[in-house]
T-cell receptor, first 112, second 113 residues
């Protein structure tokens, strides 16, 4: 979506980490979700953040800075199977029923 | 685990053809959504509904109709298909009050020749 921006691609090495950035602009921010989408498959919900700071969920962690309109998804101890697109999606107060505005996604490629 | 199914999984039609895409969810979710996903555009909302008989217009509704016949079933209709509607279509559902987590179906790949 126009209000949610992500880099198109990211490459990393197995066993290391990858940080997927997301910036957004909205008049009524009400939370941000991250989804994983493997090639040719459906998006799958990973995490939701609404408070500033780091939310550690083990393999996936998320960070949010509402004042900067910025979030990232941190994937640690990367595995080849983490290769996928990661979608950032913003929830807006004025569009509660519509749900989420999605970014275009970042394609993460993990190499041996 | 929420279950959302879509049919058909693949469909080929010709310009001007009539196509119906079906979606069923079995978790009593109130909200259901139809998206299309295209390279360079990401997921774009076509129509959505918050209950049987209800229909709301999304961001890219032109050329599409939708009907929500029951709590479980949501249909997307293309009455005069055009090549620009060639896309990957996803249906999704969510619970009332939990707008950040949507459950997606496996998708329908539609090709309009």
């Amino acid at each position: 979506g126009q209000g949610v921006e992500q880099p198109a691609k990211l490459m990393s090495v197995e066993g290391t980490f990858a940080r997927v950035n997301c910036t957004y602009s909205t008049s009524g921010f009400n939370g941000l979700s991250w989804y994983q989408q493997r090639e040719g498959q459906a998006p799958v919900f990973l995490s939701y953040v609404v408070l500033d700071g780091l939310k550690d969920s083990g393999h996936f962690s998320t960070f949010l800075s509402r004042s900067n309109g910025y979030s990232y998804l941190l994937l640690t101890e990367l595995q080849i199977k983490d290769s996928a697109s990661y979608l950032c999606a913003v929830r807006e107060k004025d569009n509660y029923a519509q749900g989420l505005t999605f970014g275009l996604g970042t394609r993460v490629s993990v190499f041996p | 685990e929420a279950a959302v199914t879509q049919s058909p999984r693949n469909k080929v039609t010709v310009t001007g053809g009539n196509v119906t895409l079906s979606c069923r969810q079995t978790n009593s979710h109130n909200y259901m959504y139809w998206y299309r996903q295209d390279t360079g555009h990401g997921l774009r909302l076509i129509h959505y509904s918050y209950g049987a008989g209800n229909l709301q217009i999304g961001d890219v509704p032109d050329g599409y109709k939708a009907t929500r016949t029951t709590q479980e079933d949501f249909f997307l209709l293309l009455e005069l298909a055009s090549p620009s509607q060639t896309s990957l279509y996803f249906c999704a559902s969510r619970k009332l009050g939990v707008s950040y987590e949507q459950y997606f179906g496996p998708g329908t790949r539609l090709t309009v020749l």
